[in-house]
């Protein structure tokens, strides 16, 4: 089975500041991606970075980068530069090429203090 | 480009009627589309996946005769919830991917369902 972990149910961050929103997995298989998606108030579910577990460089997207390690089963997203549009949920996936479907985390609620 | 659409975005049906969701990839064919369920404040949890002209494969614990999937095009799925009572009352979410070796998921708006 494929699980995946958000143990930060609330996460708040000054604007223009740093956050870090954490993520733990699990999966028995080798070939497998990971997600940030970010789910606004009006709930479009929107991607935010995509890892490739073949990949050993860290995915980033403007803002956005994460911090992967495999050994530890570990997919960190690091928002640079806060903006009060970044305040939604985000939620860390998983899909492997066995599964062939996403699992989600718990979700992390964002707030982004003025 | 990559869009998909739901409708109706809202739908309010009494209980023990039936109600349909259609979800539409808008710019690409989607050869597999997914249904999640999404209760307030909680995660997105996997209802059934589907291929374009075969039966869709339902999770563990989801009533297929109850939430009825059809993908009948490459462009087109829908949901049914049929005999509709107050605790299928969440928000429905579709999702679809283009093609078989992209992991690409492109989701919909959502639905919001009241049943009455």
């Known amino acids: 089975a494929q699980t995946v972990t958000q143990s930060q149910p609330e996460m708040s961050v000054q604007e223009a500041e740093t956050v870090t929103l954490s993520c733990t997995y699990d999966?028995?298989?080798?070939?497998?991606?990971l997600f940030w998606y970010k789910q606004p108030p009006s709930r479009q579910m929107i991607l935010v970075i995509r890892?490739?577990?073949?990949?050993?460089q860290n995915a980033t997207e403007n803002r956005f980068s994460v911090n992967f390690q495999k050994a530890a089963k570990s997919f960190s997203l690091k928002i640079s530069d806060s903006q009060l549009g970044d305040a939604a949920m985000y939620f860390c996936?998983?899909?492997?090429?066995?599964?062939?479907?996403?699992?989600f985390g718990q979700g992390t609620r964002l707030t982004i203090n003025p | 480009g990559a869009v998909v659409s739901q409708h109706p975005s809202r739908v309010i049906c009494k209980s023990g009627t039936s109600v349909k969701i259609e979800c539409r990839s808008l710019?690409?064919?989607?050869?597999?589309m997914f249904w999640y369920r999404q209760f307030p404040k909680q995660s997105l949890m996997l209802m059934a996946t589907?291929?374009?002209?075969?039966?869709?494969?339902?999770e563990q614990g989801v009533e297929k005769d109850k939430f009825l999937i059809n993908h009948a095009s490459l462009t087109l799925s829908t949901l049914t919830v049929t005999s509709a009572h107050p605790e299928d009352s969440s928000f429905y979410i579709c999702?679809?991917?283009?093609?078989?070796?992209?992991?690409?998921?492109?989701f919909g708006p959502g639905t919001r369902l009241t049943v009455t």
């Open positions: 999702s679809a991917r283009q093609g078989t070796l992209s992991y690409e998921q492109y």
């Open positions: 999966t028995s298989e080798s070939d497998y991606y």
């Open positions: 890892q490739e577990a073949y990949k050993q």
């Open positions: 996936a998983l899909e492997s090429q066995g599964a062939q479907k996403l699992v």
């Open positions: 710019d690409f064919q989607a050869t597999t």
């Open positions: 589907s291929n374009e002209g075969s039966k869709a494969t339902y």
